[in-house]
């Protein structure tokens, strides 16, 4: 069965550098979603990407976060310069059209 | 936007009790799905159940979608259930995001 998958599944970082965190979404779907979850806390939506541009944000997603699909099939989201609140499990997701959202198995990231 | 409250917070049950985990939600969803999050922090998805009944396994669930409710049975608990169940929900056209609620917290013991 098709899966989503992310890399790195850890990865720690200090304070003022950048990340980017890769996703290889579903090969033919559409919409592709960032989600964050701070420990103990719930998901949150950060960011949709649609026909290569993106569809909606929060306004978790600052001038800080950006995000790419470089080629026809990593989905990317990099963050400039890293904070200790972002450290928190990042989640990438896509969907064919409507329906099910397939999710990652998430990016654990720690800023130190 | 749409407003999704989970309960309970927190479940205790020994091993081998049913469970029943229910999530309301605020306006009409296109796309309502079960989450299970195992100790690794990874989101295994349940349920896709915008409306009716589904069951898989020991697991079923039904979404009332005129009355803006979901419900996730658990049957005859195992250890490996525990963890902590997520409801999200998306309206309109469906390929919208996913709001979550906070979680039920499940925790069996053996």
């Known amino acids: 069965e098709p899966e989503v998958t992310q890399t790195p599944s850890h990865q720690v970082t200090q304070m003022g550098q950048e990340v980017i965190l890769r996703c290889v979404p579903i090969?033919?779907?559409?919409?592709f979603y960032w989600y964050r979850q701070i420990l103990g806390q719930k998901v949150e939506f950060l960011v949709s990407?649609?026909?290569?541009?993106?569809?909606?944000k929060s306004e978790i997603f600052d001038d800080q976060f950006s995000v790419e699909r470089p080629d026809g099939s990593n989905f990317t989201l990099k963050i400039r310069s890293t904070k200790l609140e972002d450290s928190a499990m990042y989640f990438c997701?896509?969907?064919?059209?409507?329906?099910?959202?397939?999710f990652g198995p998430g990016t654990r990231l720690t800023v130190t | 936007g749409i407003q999704v409250e989970q309960s309970p917070p927190d479940l205790i049950l020994q091993e081998g009790a049913n469970s029943t985990l229910r999530c309301n939600f605020s306006?009409?969803?296109?796309?309502l799905q079960w989450f299970h999050q195992n100790p690794w922090g990874q989101l295994i998805n349940l349920f896709y159940i915008p409306s009716g009944t589904k069951q898989n396994g020991r697991l079923s669930a039904t979404t009332v979608a005129t009355e803006r409710y979901s419900l996730l049975y658990i049957s005859s608990s195992q250890t490996t259930d525990s963890g902590v169940y997520f409801c999200a929900v998306a309206p309109r056209r469906g390929n919208e995001k996913l709001t979550f609620g906070t979680g039920t917290r499940l925790t069996i013991i053996p």
């Open positions: 306006d009409s969803v296109n796309n």
């Open positions: 997701a896509s969907i064919l059209d409507v329906g099910e959202q397939y």
């Open positions: 990407f649609y026909n290569n541009e993106i569809s909606e």
């Open positions: 090969s033919n779907h559409l919409y």
